[in-house]
């Protein structure tokens, strides 16, 4: 339909040394649609962890975040 895929992905990471790393085990999530427009990719994706804010040790790189691309293959 309209040429727009899909794609979904779920990820869990096990961390060895929680004290070490800071932080503890936690899942990813990241849904995506992409479309191709005159030789380009366009693709929207929303992507998020289970970490709470404190929980993440760089900042805002563990909350929800909406990621427009645009690519181009050659």
Known sequence: PADITGGARFGYVTVADNRA????DYSTWMLSVA???VGLTFSLQLTDTSMTHSECTNGDRCAVKLTLKVAKGF
């Open 21 to 24: 790393f800071v932080y503890p």
């Open 35 to 37: 479309k191709q427009v």
